[in-house]
């Protein structure tokens, strides 16, 4: 992932370096329109200026980011169903489950084993409460349809990897969106810089009035213009 990134920023670096030495250009063209079209698309704002070459790289660059994205949903989905069927098969799980459930599942073999931590925890809170502990006891426990019991340690670690392969999954899925968040500041710079690339030739380009002093002979105005 971190080799990925590198890369990623590496091309990012090389565009906005290259900023207005394609084909194209920014006369007659609105800097908020492309600022505003690169948002919406990395490459849109460059292909509106006629810098086309950049505008592919960054419309591959946005499928490829979206396309990892699905990918690492679908695989997330995938593996979370995987450890769904283990708990149901393996450990007697009853429908689908929230998080806490599926983390003391993790961990726990029974839920036998876990309601007696939490009694542990409810006398430690309360240690003069017996009401207050039963309380906490029924609220925090798991009975009746909730409770469970793994068959094997190596079915409840199949389950505990599976569940952890998921949860990176989605992690990753969540990170692909960083790098559509970079690319569309990447392309807005991009524009930016052509635009103000552009400005600084046509301002060299004009003809300037200068002015130099000189000890002995004085001021010296003159008309300067390139060729």
């Given amino acids: 992932m971190k080799i990925r990134i590198k890369a990623f920023c590496v091309l990012c ?3 906005v ?3 207005g030495q394609a084909a194209g250009g920014t006369e007659g063209k609105s800097m908020g329109k492309a600022l505003v079209l690169s948002l919406v698309l990395p490459g849109a704002g460059q292909h509106y200026l006629g810098h086309h070459a950049r505008a ?6 946005e499928a490829g980011v979206w396309t990892a994205f699905a990918y690492f949903r679908v695989q ?3 593996r ?3 450890y769904e069927e283990i708990a149901e098969r393996f450990a007697g799980v009853e429908g689908e489950q929230d998080e806490d459930y599926y983390k003391a599942l993790s961990y726990y073999v029974s839920s036998d084993e876990y309601n007696i931590d939490v009694m542990r925890e409810a006398r430690f809170r309360y240690p003069y409460d017996r009401e207050k502990q039963l309380e906490y006891f029924e609220a925090n426990g798991f009975f009746g349809d909730d409770m469970w019991e793994w068959d094997s340690l190596d079915r409840q670690r199949d389950f505990r990897n599976t569940r952890t392969a998921s949860k990176e999954s989605y992690r990753r899925a969540v990170l692909t969106t960083g790098f559509a968040v970079l690319s569309r500041v990447v392309s807005m710079v991009d524009i930016y810089l052509s635009f103000k690339l552009d400005e600084s030739r046509d301002r060299a380009s004009r003809p300037q009035l200068r002015v130099d002093s000189d000890r002995d002979e004085g001021f010296r105005v003159y008309l300067s213009t390139p060729f």
């Fill in 13 to 15: 670096v090389f565009l």
């Fill in 17 to 19: 370096l290259v900023s």
């Fill in 56 to 61: 592919r790289t960054m419309y591959v660059t």
């Fill in 76 to 78: 997330g989905n995938n």
């Fill in 80 to 82: 979370k169903d995987s």
